[in-house]
């Protein structure tokens, strides 16, 4: 019995495991003894931990086996934000592009010369006189009769700032062998009609009598080349001064910002001056003719030379050219008559020259006492006619009987 007495045995333990507490281990069994006693405390603090989530959802479910069990709600896990890396310069992803401001789309004011044609067009005035229409006004490409508005040239350039080119134009309105001009602006409006901006320069009657050419340069501003005076009636258009001018559209019109704004003397120009005595008639006994001589006298006051000086006399058809004052007057003297037309020679400057022109009027024919101008115009190379700087001196009025 004494062998198997439990209570002896359990001393028999309870005293190895004391001697061997007291003996201690060693460094080895001691190491084993310590993870074991760690790896046991693991496993129970899991076991509390399971015991305690488990706990209350098996009570809950005894209570409502009708039910299903609730889902915990999920846990948002908070984001760490991450830590900046330097850049040289900002990137855009290109999965988020970003917003892009779009002006308002401009009308393209660069209109064709077909379309300029086909448009019935408002021009701005033009100065007073006949013949030159303005409202409702269709150009043509080439000069066909008095009062037509010619399209004489064309160029383009953004020239109010909107970033569409708009058109400008040269117009001539035809009126003999002259006739006004002016440069006109147009552009397009939203529906694409064509409108006029307004007039960028106009010829005058003083100076300038002639434009020659218009251009638009690339920052807007309009460039017209103008002349001193207009070819025609004599006067050959390279005698012409010509200039560069330019315009600028600003507060809704053109100015001047470039160029010069006026003329120096045109180097062709003359001052001739006439007077001339009345012409009386006196009868020839001997045949039945009357005839007579009208003194003129012609004086170059200007310091330039004519090569030639024109006189003419408006006399009545029925008087010819009679007598040797004619014989310096050139060819076809009295052929091509009224007036009576006499070519002089040169006269230099500060000169003078005196004609004395005989006329006689055949046996019976009629004739009235009356009065007549007598004119003088200075002449240049090529016999075209110079400037005359002063015209109340180029003609003078004569009686005659």
Same mark, same amino acid.
């Given at each position: 019995?004494?062998?198997?007495?439990?209570?002896?045995?359990?001393?028999?333990?309870?005293?190895?495991?004391?001697?061997?507490?007291?003996?201690?281990?060693?460094?080895?069994?001691?190491?084993?003894?310590?993870?074991?006693?760690?790896?046991?405390?693991?496993?129970? &603090? *899991? !076991?509390?931990? +399971? %015991? #305690? $989530?488990?706990?209350?959802?098996?009570?809950?479910?005894?209570?409502?086996?009708? =039910?299903?069990?609730?889902?915990?709600?999920?846990?948002?896990?908070?984001?760490?934000?991450?830590?900046?890396?330097?850049?040289?310069?900002?990137?855009?992803?290109?999965?988020?592009?970003?917003?892009?401001?779009?002006?308002?789309?401009?009308?393209?004011?660069?209109?064709?010369?077909?379309?300029?044609?086909?448009?019935?067009?408002?021009?701005?005035?033009?100065?007073?006189?006949?013949?030159?229409?303005?409202?409702?006004?269709?150009?043509?490409?080439?000069?066909?009769?008095?009062?037509?508005?010619?399209?004489?040239?064309?160029?383009?350039?953004?020239?109010?700032?909107? &970033? *569409? !080119?708009?058109? +400008? %134009? #040269? $117009?001539?309105?035809?009126?003999?062998?002259?006739?006004?001009?002016?440069?006109? =602006?147009?552009?397009?409006?939203?529906?694409?009609?064509?409108?006029?901006?307004?007039?960028?320069?106009?010829?005058?009657?003083?100076?300038?009598?002639?434009?020659?050419?218009?251009?638009?340069?690339?920052?807007?501003?309009?460039?017209?080349?103008?002349?001193?005076?207009?070819?025609?009636?004599?006067?050959?258009?390279?005698?012409?001064?010509?200039?560069?001018?330019?315009?600028?559209?600003?507060?809704?019109?053109?100015?001047?910002?470039?160029?010069?704004?006026?003329?120096?003397?045109?180097?062709?120009?003359?001052?001739?001056?006439?007077?001339?005595?009345?012409?009386?008639?006196?009868?020839?006994?001997?045949?039945?003719?009357?005839?007579?001589?009208?003194?003129?006298?012609?004086?170059?006051?200007?310091?330039?030379?004519?090569?030639?000086?024109?006189?003419?006399?408006?006399?009545?058809?029925?008087?010819?050219?009679?007598?040797?004052?004619?014989?310096?007057?050139?060819?076809?003297?009295?052929?091509?008559?009224?007036?009576?037309?006499?070519?002089?020679?040169?006269?230099?400057?500060?000169?003078?020259?005196?004609?004395?022109?005989?006329?006689?009027?055949?046996?019976?024919?009629?004739?009235?006492?009356?009065?007549?101008?007598?004119?003088?115009?200075?002449?240049?190379?090529?016999?075209?006619?110079?400037?005359?700087?002063?015209?109340?001196?180029?003609?003078?009025?004569?009686?005659?009987?």
């Amino acid at each position: 019995m004494a062998e198997h007495d439990p209570l002896r045995t359990r001393f028999a333990a309870y005293r190895q495991e004391l001697t061997v507490r007291v003996d201690g281990p060693g460094p080895d069994a001691a190491r084993r003894t310590l993870r074991r006693r760690r790896r046991a405390a693991v496993v129970a &603090g *899991a !076991a509390v931990a +399971v %015991a #305690l $989530v488990v706990a209350p959802i098996a009570a809950t479910a005894a209570l409502r086996r009708d =039910a299903p069990p609730p889902v915990p709600p999920a846990v948002t896990p908070t984001p760490t934000p991450p830590t900046p890396t330097p850049s040289a310069s900002p990137s855009v992803s290109p999965s988020s592009p970003p917003p892009t401001s779009r002006a308002p789309e401009v009308p393209n004011g660069r209109i064709s010369e077909r379309d300029l044609l086909a448009a019935r067009l408002d021009l701005p005035a033009w100065r007073p006189g006949p013949g030159c229409p303005d409202e409702g006004a269709r150009m043509v490409g080439e000069a066909t009769r008095d009062g037509t508005n010619v399209l004489e040239g064309l160029a383009y350039g953004d020239v109010d700032g909107d &970033g *569409a !080119a708009e058109t +400008v %134009a #040269l $117009v001539h309105c035809l009126l003999g062998t002259g006739g006004p001009a002016q440069v006109v =602006a147009f552009d397009r409006n939203e529906a694409g009609e064509i409108v006029t901006m307004g007039r960028v320069v106009a010829s005058s009657r003083d100076k300038p009598q002639w434009l020659v050419d218009v251009t638009v340069r690339a920052d807007g501003l309009v460039r017209v080349q103008v002349a001193d005076l207009a070819p025609g009636g004599g006067w050959p258009g390279e005698w012409s001064q010509r200039q560069w001018r330019g315009y600028r559209w600003e507060d809704g019109r053109f100015g001047q910002a470039e160029g010069p704004t006026s003329f120096p003397r045109n180097p062709y120009s003359v001052n001739v001056a006439v007077t001339a005595a009345d012409l009386v008639l006196t009868e020839n006994p001997d045949d039945g003719t009357r005839s007579g001589t009208v003194e003129v006298r012609i004086r170059n006051l200007d310091g330039r030379a004519a090569d030639a000086v024109a006189v003419t006399l408006d006399l009545p058809a029925a008087l010819a050219p009679d007598g040797d004052g004619w014989a310096g007057c050139g060819p076809d003297v009295g052929a091509y008559r009224p007036p009576l037309r006499c070519l002089t020679g040169r006269i230099a400057a500060g000169g003078n020259l005196t004609l004395r022109l005989g006329v006689r009027l055949p046996k019976g024919a009629t004739f009235t006492a009356g009065r007549a101008t007598v004119a003088a115009q200075g002449l240049g190379p090529g016999l075209d006619h110079l400037l005359e700087t002063d015209l109340d001196d180029n003609q003078v009025t004569i009686g005659y009987r």
